[in-house]
């Protein structure tokens, strides 16, 4: 079996030694010199003449599996008999399952979650459609709907390869906001036929969140579902990365005591997310925002074929400042990256002004090391989990779906995600807020319901809400059914 070891990640290796050519001590020297951490040691069987042994083995990626592998080979007396990744492991058969909310013990409890008895709950919803938001799974599931097309940092690997990150997806949703949702990989790539499958199935969801569906078609699909469906759809590579990255601005500006208007803001990377944290830095009040890309800066007076870029050099770079990130990125507050490895060098961290700060977000590799980048900047933030401010698209879609089902709201507007990255904000305390935590932790329990209650109050103020608000009268409240 190869091991495939993407990250750092554990695996177990079984093997067995002979007790008079391979003593256990060779062996863990030979791991520990190939740079391996072994954590768990099983003996599975003893004999007279060999031992054999699952060795759970902590590998930093896959070149370090291989070359413990290679090591352990060379040893006179082992063989390896099997190898396995607890990440593979995890995913053996699936990471979810669909349970019924309660049994099925006898003929009468079959007769009324079946037929007859389910032909009235049926004609209630035909009478009344609005009905399935309260006797169906509806009003808390949501599909997470991808073609594979941009997977991570993978790229155009198709439906069945982005499956494994949609169950991830629904496993995030369930555990951490109760909400159902459903991975569903489409096998197609074409705009109108992704558009219509989404509208097809759209009955039985109380939300659609697309999922790595690649720049420009992912821009359409949102906009023409959002207009056409009268249930939330959100990109989540596009505006959970806004709300969480404004969300960590905030608190970055509070820390280096500036206001975001009065800032020169850089977006390094001018997609899909570039693009949504672009309008949301907007909307909070950012007005000088400039995009670079691979061309360079965009700017007014030039002519793109990618129609949202034609808008982003009609709404951002007031002064009109041209050529590449190195004259862009001079005398700035801010840097955001949303690219690649490497984009952004230390030379131009020192051309940034005083108290600098650089979200570098791409993944796994960001636009510049946080070690070279910190004696030059005052607040640093990347996308990765071993480094401190992770800005993590988890922090955002579970509350912001938690919330609009609760209030069953037809869209999420841009009002909302301000909310949401408030709320998101909020939960790092005056106390709390330094250069080095200037976000929540995934884990941290406080999250959801902030953005939760976020979400569901400003979706009222947005006018998008449809569930009656405790108090009102159905006359109040008619409008909203």
Request: hydrophobic share 45%; charged share 20%; glycine share 8%.
């Amino acid at each position: 079996m190869v091991v495939t070891a993407s990250g750092s990640t554990n695996i177990v290796l079984r093997i067995e030694a002979s007790k008079e050519l391979a003593t256990f001590g060779l062996i863990a020297t030979s791991i520990g010199n190939a740079g391996g951490d072994m954590v768990a040691i099983d003996v599975i069987q003893s004999g007279k003449m060999t031992t054999i042994r699952d060795l759970t083995i902590n590998v930093g990626d896959q070149h370090q599996a291989d070359t413990i592998i290679n090591a352990l080979g060379l040893i006179k007396g082992v063989k390896i008999i099997h190898i396995s990744d607890q990440t593979f492991l995890m995913h053996l058969g699936g990471k979810i399952e669909m349970t019924p909310k309660m049994p099925i013990k006898n003929r009468d409890d079959l007769s009324r979650v079946y037929t007859p008895g389910v032909a009235r709950v049926c004609m209630a919803i035909h009478d009344d459609p609005w009905k399935a938001h309260t006797l169906t799974i509806k009003r808390n599931t949501v599909a997470v709907i991808s073609d594979g097309s941009a997977v991570l940092g993978l790229g155009n690997i198709g439906p069945e390869a982005a499956m494994p990150v949609m169950e991830g997806k629904a496993m995030l949703f369930k555990q951490m906001a109760g909400v159902d949702a459903f991975p569903i990989c489409l096998n197609t790539q074409n705009t109108e036929e992704i558009i219509q499958i989404a509208k097809a199935i759209a009955p039985a969801f109380g939300g659609i969140n697309l999922e790595d569906i690649s720049s420009p078609r992912c821009f359409e699909i949102e906009r023409r579902l959002i207009d056409e469906l009268d249930i939330p759809v959100f990109h989540d590579d596009q505006h959970g990365t806004a709300v969480v990255l404004i969300a960590g601005l905030m608190n970055a500006l509070k820390v280096v005591n500036k206001l975001l208007a009065n800032c020169k803001v850089v977006v390094c990377g001018v997609g899909a997310a570039g693009i949504a944290c672009t309008r949301m830095l907007l909307a909070a009040g950012a007005t000088n925002v400039i995009g670079v890309d691979k061309l360079g800066v965009i700017a007014k007076g030039f002519s793109y074929d990618n129609v949202e870029w034609q808008w982003y050099a009609e709404h951002t770079n007031p002064e009109g400042i041209t050529g590449q990130l190195s004259e862009a990125i001079k005398g700035s507050d801010v840097f955001i990256g949303l690219s690649g490895p490497g984009a952004l060098k230390v030379e131009d961290v020192k051309s940034m002004a005083r108290d600098a700060i650089v979200f570098a977000m791409a993944n796994p590799t960001p636009e510049i090391l946080p070690e070279e980048a910190e004696p030059y900047v005052r607040v640093m933030a990347t996308g990765r989990s071993d480094y401190p401010n992770q800005i993590n698209n988890v922090l955002c879609f579970p509350g912001i779906f938690r919330g609009v089902l609760d209030c069953r709201a037809s869209k999420i507007t841009e009002h909302m995600k301000l909310a949401a990255a408030s709320a998101i904000a909020s939960v790092v305390s005056d106390d709390e807020r330094n250069e080095q935590y200037i976000i929540p932790s995934v884990f941290n329990q406080n999250v959801v319901e902030k953005v939760r209650e976020a979400v569901i109050a400003a979706a009222y103020e947005s006018g998008v809400a449809r569930r009656r608000k405790a108090g009102e009268t159905q006359y109040e409240a008619a409008a909203l059914y």
